[in-house]
T-cell receptor, first 114, second 113 residues
Framework: QQQVKQSPQSLIVQKGGISIINCAYE??????FPWYQQFPGKGPALLIA?????SEKKEGRFTISFNKSAKQFSLHIMDSQPGDSATYFC?????????????FGKGTHLIIQP | KAGVTQTPRYLIKTRGQQVTLSCSPI?????VSWYQQTPGQGLQFLFE???????NKGNFPGRFSGRQFSNSRSEMNVSTLELGDSALYLC????????????FGPGTRLTVT
């Protein structure tokens, strides 16, 4: 059973627009929700992360919105640039880690058109 | 600080062989985790080590094993390689005991023929 569901699988946004990627989770024991960015041939890079005690966190052009009651969280990329074109993964973790470690969504392939 | 380093970066092996991959975490990080990344299954957790002890283990067969040394460097071993083991193997380190703030290396691309 997929514990973190990510959508959409792919996304095309015009330069300067807002990119929005959504994730939903089932396990209420998750207490840490990071987003990773991965370029071809590279490992995932930690972008931004949030804990469930806050509803929003912003770092530069990247914002996480978190809805605990709906068990959903999303990544917003403001003023999207061609350099943001990459695959984005949401993830979630419980305090102890367990058999799933950091549980990842399937990824969103984002293309920013110039 | 230098990032997570993994060696080798690329590897080609034959079915039935075994392979050992190496990971050096960020200086000061004591937790090292390993993940398998494939186009079909995405990123899947293999195991995590903290202070030389395996703390968590994912749902992979016993052919996949690992260890961590006193300097926090880690190795993972895959025995009796199968074609389905072809993947990008990623190592991640984090400063504390929980799986927060994991920083990934570039990965080792393993191809099994």
């Amino acid at each position: 059973q997929q514990q973190v569901k990510q959508s959409p699988q792919s996304l095309i946004v015009q330069k300067g627009g807002i990119s929005i990627i959504n994730c939903a989770y089932e396990n209420t024991a998750f207490d840490y929700f990071p987003w990773y960015q991965q370029f071809p041939g590279k490992g995932p890079a930690l972008l931004i992360a949030i804990r469930p005690d806050v509803s929003e966190k912003k770092e530069g052009r990247f914002t996480i919105s978190f809805n605990k009651s709906a068990k959903q969280f999303s990544l917003h990329i403001m003023d999207s640039q061609p350099g943001d074109s990459a695959t984005y993964f949401c993830a979630a973790s419980t305090p102890g880690g367990g058999a799933d470690g950091l549980t990842f969504g399937k990824g969103t392939h984002l293309i920013i058109q110039p | 600080k230098a990032g997570v380093t993994q060696t080798p970066r690329y590897l080609i092996k034959t079915r039935g062989q075994q392979v050992t991959l190496s990971c050096s975490p960020i200086s000061g990080h004591r937790s090292v985790s390993w993940y398998q990344q494939t186009p079909g299954q995405g990123l899947q957790f293999l195991f995590e080590y903290f202070s030389e002890t395996q703390r968590n283990k994912g749902n992979f067969p016993g052919r996949f094993s690992g260890r961590q040394f006193s300097n926090s460097r880690s190795e993972m071993n895959v025995s009796t390689l199968e074609l389905g083991d072809s993947a990008l193997y990623l190592c991640a380190s984090s400063p504390g005991q929980a799986l927060y703030e994991q920083y990934f290396g570039p990965g080792t691309r393993l191809t099994v023929t």
